[in-house]
């Protein structure tokens, strides 16, 4: 017989839950997490599925449901951010599709930032009005003007902060606030300060969403999102829209995802640690003409940084004193940082948003947003930051 795992019940730190939570041994004593890679379960009578339907008998029934790896993976999260309850999907835009359409009808209202990622903005823009949903989007540093927005129909407030990809960093608490005086729920996409750096819940947020594909995971294997709030938010209305949709997570990326978050804590730290070199560098160089990175003084939110996040991130926003072209000829001569669209990676990333993930959006709002074609996004690595400024020096000078 194996033992069974200990309890977490004692105060342990994040960086053990991360290790430890959810664990569920089978009889064989596994010290990795059990993968069951199976899409149904079986049941000892008719009476006993008849029990497990109908909800007197806890248990898993089917894997778009539910499955014990992707639970271990939702127990994990749950407990880092210190939410009660939490749901494993496909994809982070899964994750924000259902955070937000699972509580919303038509007739209801949406305010969010201007400053999102463009799927998210499509999500708020094109896809809820198709459902008679109406939205309004804001300077999301600007609380006047979420307060202005506010209508009786209006049910969500939805942001990230930090931003994609300009880095602004918004007042959770106080956004929190003007929500909740109005009956709504604010719901915060925190995948650029991560779990480690940032816990939107404690900060008044009801609802907190990830791309498990960006640091959780942090090594470009596989995709995942999870949705994280209070125990009735889940069963009010995530578990049955989820349920009945179906956008769920495999076991093996609930798998891989439960791995990553073993190593989270340590990848933050060294990534981030590593982008506040580079931003030095990078700020006092004199062919970038601007520079943003959440862990400077310089920072136009520098006091808000420091009040609701626990470090700068793992990203840095610059632009190239040379327009596109320049930015261009910048990415093409680096050798070891990458040329790609996802971040969070082990692997440094250097993206051009005007052109990839912000191209749906037309220029003037591109230009509102702060997004020049000059902007590039990096989202540092593990890579010894020695070779990182190498390789950034080197390029700079093709520019």
């Given at each position: 017989m194996s033992r069974p795992p200990l309890p977490l019940d004692r105060a342990v730190k994040p960086a053990t839950r991360l290790i430890h939570e959810g664990e569920a041994r089978s009889g064989y004593g596994e010290m990795s997490e059990a993968l069951y890679l199976t899409s149904g379960f079986a049941y000892d009578t008719?009476?006993?599925a008849e029990a497990r339907f109908d909800g007197r008998d806890p248990g898993f029934i089917y894997s778009r449901f539910s499955n014990p790896t992707v639970a271990t993976f939702e127990k994990r999260m749950i407990a880092l951010e210190g939410a009660e309850a939490g749901r494993a999907t496909a994809s982070g835009m899964a994750a924000v599709t259902a955070a937000m359409l699972c509580q919303l009808n038509a007739g209801d209202h949406v305010v969010a930032a201007k400053a999102l990622f463009g799927s998210c903005r499509y999500v708020v823009e094109d896809l809820c009005p198709r459902f008679g949903i109406s939205a309004t989007l804001v300077d999301g540093a600007d609380l006047a003007l979420w307060r202005a927005a506010v209508r009786p129909q209006t049910k969500v407030l939805f942001l990230e902060s930090p931003t994609n990809p300009t880095l602004q960093v918004y007042d959770i608490a106080a956004i929190a606030t003007i929500a909740h005086e109005a009956g709504a729920r604010l719901v915060v996409d925190n995948v650029f300060a991560t779990p480690v750096l940032q816990q939107p819940l404690k900060l008044g947020a009801d609802v907190v969403v990830y791309s498990a594909t960006k640091h959780i995971d942090g090594q470009g294997r596989v995709l995942g999102g999870v949705v994280l709030g209070s125990e009735k938010f889940v069963m009010d209305h995530l578990h049955n829209f989820l349920r009945q949709t179906g956008p769920a997570m495999s076991p093996f990326n609930a798998w891989t995802l439960a791995k990553g978050l073993e190593t989270l804590a340590l990848r933050v730290e060294r990534a981030q640690a590593s982008a506040g070199a580079l931003a030095d560098f990078l700020a006092d160089h004199p062919k970038v003409s601007k520079l943003t990175y959440c862990g400077r003084a310089d920072h136009p939110q520098a006091d808000l940084v420091r009040a609701q996040m626990a470090g700068g991130g793992?990203?840095?926003?610059?632009?190239?004193?040379?327009?596109?072209a320049g930015a261009f000829r910048f990415g093409?001569?680096?050798?070891?940082?990458?040329?790609?669209?996802?971040?969070?990676?082990?692997?440094?990333?250097?993206t051009h948003p005007a052109t990839t993930t912000h191209q749906r959006l037309a220029p003037p709002a591109r230009a509102e947003l702060g997004i020049s074609d000059a902007m590039l996004r990096l989202s540092v690595g593990l890579e010894d930051v020695s070779d990182l400024l190498e390789d950034i020096?080197?390029?700079l000078k093709a520019v």
């Open positions: 008719m009476e006993a793992t990203l840095v926003a610059f632009e190239i004193d040379a327009g596109k093409n001569a680096l050798q070891v940082v990458k040329i790609s669209n996802n971040l969070g990676d082990a692997k440094s990333i250097l020096d080197v390029a």
